[in-house]
């Protein structure tokens, strides 16, 4: 068997990690900006964090929810998917989007991500 083959769910795990981690930075600066914290300089070394994590929403959406909810993507990221099986889907398909809920509801300034 291929080494990739072996360490594809690795790498995805470690995707879907990184999108976390970048989730919880992007929604601190949310934070910032609601308040009126956001200065010129936490913009500047922001809006990369945002970018980054957009492009890693964009990977993991397509390549590791494509197979782990075995099918295409409908939608442009991952929390437009979850929040489209939590509201209409039943069975596991909703489970997995109930299972990232407390991974991300609770960071979200608006308590309701997914």
Same mark, same amino acid.
């Given at each position: 068997?291929?080494? *990739?083959?072996?360490?594809?769910?690795?790498? *995805?795990?470690?995707?879907?990690?990184?999108?976390?981690?970048?989730?919880?930075?992007?929604?601190?600066?949310?934070?910032?900006?609601?308040?009126?914290?956001?200065?010129?300089? *936490?913009?500047?070394?922001?809006?990369?964090?945002?970018?980054?994590?957009? /492009?890693?929403?964009?990977? *993991?959406?397509?390549?590791?929810?494509?197979?782990?909810?075995?099918?295409?993507?409908?939608?442009?990221?991952?929390?437009?998917?979850?929040?489209? +099986?939590?509201? &209409?889907? &039943?069975?596991?398909?909703?489970?997995?989007?109930?299972?990232?809920?407390? /991974?991300?509801?609770?960071?979200?300034?608006?308590?309701? +991500?997914?």
């Amino acid at each position: 068997m291929s080494q *990739a083959i072996i360490l594809a769910p690795v790498y *995805a795990l470690l995707l879907l990690y990184a999108l976390w981690v970048f989730f919880l930075a992007v929604m601190s600066l949310k934070r910032a900006k609601d308040a009126g914290l956001l200065t010129t300089t *936490a913009k500047c070394f922001g809006y990369p964090v945002l970018f980054a994590g957009l /492009l890693l929403d964009f990977l *993991a959406n397509t390549l590791v929810l494509t197979v782990l909810l075995m099918e295409l993507p409908r939608e442009g990221t991952v929390t437009s998917r979850l929040k489209r +099986h939590n509201a &209409t889907s &039943t069975g596991w398909r909703k489970a997995v989007a109930a299972w990232a809920e407390p /991974l991300l509801d609770p960071y979200d300034p608006s308590g309701d +991500h997914i």
